[in-house]
């Protein structure tokens, strides 16, 4: 049996390949790529981290792009019922990957194929995307079993995310966890001066929401909360941020049913991504009630930009303020309890607060720390498979 030893520096760097089954139909490569800021942004955090990066990418025609330093290369993948595989695996196998990294757990099957096509000393992780675990008694919960012991290892944002994927018997004792963040941000604070004029926020303190109107989200206990803490925050405001719409009615409902939501609260709606620097700078806190969030990615901008968390005390939320180091975090559905909490932070030095937050994200949530992060996780991986001689 031949025997393979991890890359070093003296040797190469380790080589990753990431992998997207799912794209969303554009007119070029180029433009899926300006679309695709997480998928981008990891690559290069790996690249930053000393990785040598190559994505392999589901799409309507066969491209090669570069973009920094990060080939990309795109896969014709249309077959006669849905989407084929195999030249993606064939362009995988062909970059002779040390750790193949695939993204989202929506496509066991393939991945079980992917393994196959890999050499044996090739390691196989899979990311969590907003998954949600299926029934555990499905048909085709067995085979899904069988087909997901394919990866070394899964990658969730907070390790209690793994927990209904474990006791349902799909991620089994052998396959580890690791906890790294999902995604970053390179969205930066906008002059707070400038930040109002353009956003038209103001208040005291200004709280912000950035999120769908849907029942995920739960913005009527979000109203509930913010209604109940105007009576010791008068001069506060609420600023909604949104595209999805669904409660839309109902939420313009409840906040016409109170004198106080409704001289408080503005209805901002969709707001263009490259706008949404000023929103969040303009902000002093940032509230949303999310009762399940893979990661979160308006919490990551927020907290890039300073506005400073007030927000639902879920695994992701916990691993990205670390346990509330940064802002508080209240229950679920709770709004006197989010009352409690934007009384209790909306009293304290706020410009302090938002400093401590930017600090904080520069410390444990950038784009560089999830690269470093990753090449941990990865080397660990690699390590584990070689020492088990490609099993």
């Not at 906008?190 to 038209?200: I, M, Q, T, Y």
Request: charged fraction near 20%; hydrophobic fraction near 45%; aromatic fraction near 6%.
């Amino acid at each position: 049996m031949r025997h393979y030893k991890a890359a070093t520096a003296a040797d190469r760097p380790l080589k990753l390949v990431q992998v997207n089954y799912a794209f969303t139909p554009v007119d070029s490569p180029d433009l899926l790529l300006d679309a695709y800021h997480t998928l981008t942004g990891w690559s290069d955090a790996a690249a930053g981290a000393g990785l040598s990066v190559s994505v392999v990418q589901a799409f309507s025609t066969n491209a090669v792009r570069r973009r920094g330093r990060v080939d990309y290369l795109f896969c014709d993948s249309r077959g006669v019922h849905g989407l084929s595989p195999a030249m993606l695996h064939a362009a995988v196998a062909a970059c002779e990957p040390d750790i193949v990294h695939v993204n989202g757990l929506d496509a066991p099957v393939r991945v079980w194929r992917l393994r196959q096509r890999l050499p044996a000393h090739v390691a196989l992780v899979v990311q969590d995307h907003a998954s949600v675990a299926p029934r555990r008694l499905s048909l085709k919960a067995p085979f899904r079993r069988r087909a997901m012991r394919a990866a070394d290892a899964y990658l969730f944002t907070a390790s209690e995310q793994a927990e209904p994927w474990r006791s349902a018997g799909f991620i089994t004792d052998a396959q580890p966890v690791h906890a790294v963040l999902e995604a970053s941000t390179e969205m930066r604070p906008v002059h707070r001066g400038r930040a109002r004029e353009r956003s038209g926020i103001d208040g005291a303190p200004a709280i912000l929401w950035v999120g769908r109107l849907d029942a995920v989200k739960d913005p009527l206990t979000v109203l509930a909360g913010v209604e109940q803490a105007l009576a010791l925050l008068p001069a506060a405001t609420l600023t909604m941020v949104f595209g999805d719409d669904r409660l839309l009615p109902v939420v313009q409902a409840r906040i016409s049913a109170s004198p106080v939501l409704s001289a408080r609260v503005r209805l901002a709606g969709r707001v263009p991504r490259a706008q949404l620097a000023a929103w969040y700078s303009a902000a002093d806190l940032f509230v949303l009630g999310s009762r399940r969030e893979s990661c979160g990615y308006a919490l990551l901008e927020a907290c890039a930009c300073g506005a400073v968390p007030v927000v639902t005390g879920i695994p992701s939320f916990r691993a990205i303020t670390g346990d509330g180091a940064i802002g508080t975090l209240w229950p679920v559905g709770d709004s006197a309890a989010l009352a409690s909490a934007l009384i209790e932070i909306g009293q304290r030095d706020l410009e302090f607060e938002r400093r401590r937050t930017r600090a904080y994200f520069d410390r444990h949530l950038s784009w560089s720390v999830v690269g470093a992060q990753a090449r941990a996780v990865y080397e660990t991986v690699v390590e584990a498979r070689r020492r088990g001689g490609g099993r």
